[in-house]
């Protein structure tokens, strides 16, 4: 046991003294985030039927994401991003109709400006894609909404490959003529390489 804390130690050693290469925001980095979810839904589309639920939910959401940045001038950023989340408690029900999603993904491009050399002010804009568990009260099933999402944020350099980030965004999960739209307000922390 000893033998492997020493072996650790002496990795962490030897990347704590070489020289670092990353430049904030230039290359790849991954994170993870977590926040505020609120799902509204004012009527959905289904593979078992229109499910008319019309309600809002709020919850705690979390997920990781995953994205490549490059610099186009010292001061302009554009990147893309993909990320999966994962909210608790975010069913919404009416009567014996359920919607209870279970996990959603996006793909997204980003484009920032530098308003100091460590802090990023940033806009996004992609696809959003959220499975979910369906009911009728009779039939069970899962299915799949998918949309657009827009949101922005600010990311700061808070140590040497390290970034925080505060970001907002909005996501309009209506396609096959569902009313779904998704608020989300979420922190993060990523690793650059």
Do not use: C
Not at 82 to 103: C, E, H, T, V
Not at 140 to 158: A, K, L, M, P, Y
């Amino acid at each position: 046991m000893k033998k492997i804390i020493a072996g650790i130690l002496a990795a962490a050693s030897i990347f704590a003294v070489s020289p670092a290469f990353a430049e904030p925001f230039q290359g790849p980095y991954v994170g993870v985030e977590a926040g505020w979810n609120r799902d509204s839904i004012h009527g959905a589309n289904t593979d078992i039927g229109h499910l008319d639920v019309r309600e809002s939910s709020d919850a705690f959401v979390g997920g990781a994401f995953v994205g490549y940045d490059h610099k186009v001038t010292s001061d302009i950023v554009i990147g893309a991003e993909a990320s999966f989340d994962i909210a608790a408690s975010d069913q919404a029900r009416s009567g014996p109709n359920l919607i209870d999603p279970n996990y959603s993904f996006d793909v997204s491009a980003r484009a920032g400006y530098l308003v100091t050399p460590t802090t990023l002010l940033y806009v996004r804009g992609g696809y959003e894609n959220a499975r979910a568990r369906v009911s009728n009260g009779v039939e069970n099933g899962h299915d799949t909404f998918d949309g657009w999402s827009v949101g922005g944020g600010i990311e700061r350099e808070v140590m040497e490959h390290v970034s925080a980030r505060l970001e907002y965004r909005y996501s309009d999960l209506g396609s096959n003529n569902s009313n779904f739209d998704r608020h989300q307000a979420l922190v993060g922390v990523a690793y650059h390489f």
